[in-house]
């Protein structure tokens, strides 16, 4: 079995961004933690933008797919992953999922890095024609149903509960649809949440 087929980041900044440079403005900061998918906020200042379509893993071991470009704080001990293959947004929120035990066995006490992991194997779904184990054998169109199908399931559960409670036909207001397509342009990162898995 092949290890799985990502490249680590090491980060290159010469300082570490702080909330207090948290101004709302250029690329997402990413930190460690659950709170938000991890993004402290959004941040101008000067500092390496990592790629989009990768995944960040923290010091407790949460792991989210980043598909926007992104900074990072230095002092939480965030690192980032990049297939060596392109995904979508679908495929890296599956492979996010790999890494959902990595919150039980990392924290404060054994904090989660490149070195701790970079040896783990992973599985990941084959073709059903598949005789070897490479990356033209990996079934990628898999990974993408799983995940449409589970956001189908859930956008079920959700049409059930807003039905139920009378939530069914709500009208927004044009600042609440302003601030709902804000977010989804800005926020579909998708990702782990440790505590939810």
């Known amino acids: 079995m092949k290890t799985i087929i990502l490249k680590h980041h090491k980060i290159y ?4 961004i ?13 930190t460690a933690g659950i709170s938000n998918n991890g ?5 101008d200042i000067k500092a390496k933008v990592f790629e989009s379509h990768t995944i ?7 792991a989210f797919y980043r598909s926007f470009a992104y900074k990072m704080v230095t002092h939480a001990r965030v690192f980032s992953l990049k297939p060596k293959f392109e995904i979508n947004h679908k495929i890296g929120l599956f492979l996010s999922t790999l890494f959902f035990g ?7 006490e054994n904090m989660c890095s490149w070195a701790k992991i970079k040896n783990d194997k992973v599985i990941l779904p084959l073709k059903p024609t598949a ?13 993408e149903k799983f995940i449409a199908e589970l956001e189908q399931c859930r956008l079920a559960e959700l049409q059930a509960y807003l039905k139920a409670t009378g939530l069914e036909n709500t009208t927004l207001s044009n600042a ?21 898995a």
């Open 13 to 16: 900044c010469g300082f570490d």
């Open 18 to 30: 702080q909330k207090r440079h948290i101004n709302h403005k250029g690329e997402f900061v990413i």
């Open 39 to 43: 993004v402290l906020g959004q941040s």
């Open 56 to 62: 960040t893993i923290d010091m407790f071991g949460c």
């Open 102 to 108: 990595y919150h039980k066995k990392f924290g404060y």
């Open 131 to 143: 005789n070897t184990q490479t990356l033209d054998d990996i079934d990628f169109h898999f990974m």
């Open 176 to 196: 609440e649809e302003n601030a709902l397509n804000v977010f989804n342009n800005k926020n579909s990162g998708g990702g782990v949440i440790p505590h939810a």
